[in-house]
């Protein structure tokens, strides 16, 4: 099955993620095989990042996806992340 774009070439997409965060992996997982690049900001790494997650949503739950400056939650906590509505959102169709 092949994936089609048909989002703005010019989307600015961040991932704020962790290195032990399984949903944050998966939510990668999806943007590479989709080719949909992205900014990743490691909130243990970055200084400010945890802090800019809890100021944006008021929690510090990852990973967060912040599409065109727009704060989009990728995954709903016991389900993981939300592939369909993903694909949706950032404009991918599956070609059969």
Request: glycine share 8%.
């Amino acid at each position: 099955m092949e994936s089609i774009r048909y989002h703005s070439e010019n989307m600015q997409l961040l991932v704020y993620s962790a290195v032990w965060c399984r949903d944050c992996r998966d939510a990668k997982r999806f943007l590479e095989q989709h080719g949909i690049p992205y900014i990743e900001i490691d909130i243990e790494a970055t200084p400010g990042a945890a802090e800019e997650v809890i100021r944006h949503t008021g929690k510090r739950a990852i990973p967060q996806f912040v599409i065109d400056g727009e704060w989009v939650q990728p995954y709903r906590p016991g389900r993981g992340f939300l592939y369909e509505q993903m694909a949706e959102r950032l404009g991918v169709i599956q070609k059969k």
